[in-house]
Nanobody, 124 residues
Framework: QLQLVESGGGLVQPGGSLRLSCAASGSTLDYYAIGWFRQAPGKEREGVSYINSSGGSTKYADSVKGRFTISRDNAKNTVYLQMNSLKPEDAAVYYC?????????????????WGQGTQVTVSS
């Protein structure tokens, strides 16, 4: 059974950076696409970024394009989300998810395994 654990969240000032990690155990991530999602209080969960199993294809929500970068290290069974130029509206709980058959990378219904989330707070 694949298990995902996010880490790297915290408090950062506007304009700052954080790198989130999504570490997998119980199975290799080699065949899974990975998505990052976020949910702010009172809002629906939204897709932030996606990377396919090989790392050769990525996708970003318009709101984070040019600021966030997704990457993966299959040897470490870990996927990363580098977040730069953070804004207050980026504050949310961030989740990573894994799926074997992902077509629309930002559609959460395609993902089978989810982590517990890590809190990102952007405030001065």
């Amino acid at each position: 059974q694949l298990q995902l654990v996010e880490s790297g969240g915290g408090l950062v000032q506007p304009g700052g950076s954080l790198r989130l990690s999504c570490a997998a155990s119980g199975s290799t991530l080699d065949y899974y696409a990975i998505g990052w999602f976020r949910q702010a209080p009172g809002k629906e969960r939204e897709g932030v970024s996606y990377i396919n199993s090989s790392g050769g294809s990525t996708k970003y929500a318009d709101s984070v394009k040019g600021r966030f970068t997704i990457s993966r290290d299959n040897a470490k069974n870990t996927v990363y989300l580098q977040m730069n130029s953070l804004k207050p509206e980026d504050a949310a709980v961030y989740y990573c998810a894994a799926g074997l058959y992902v077509v629309n990378g930002l559609g959460e219904y395609q993902y089978d395994y989810w982590g517990q989330g890590t809190q990102v707070t952007v405030s001065s």
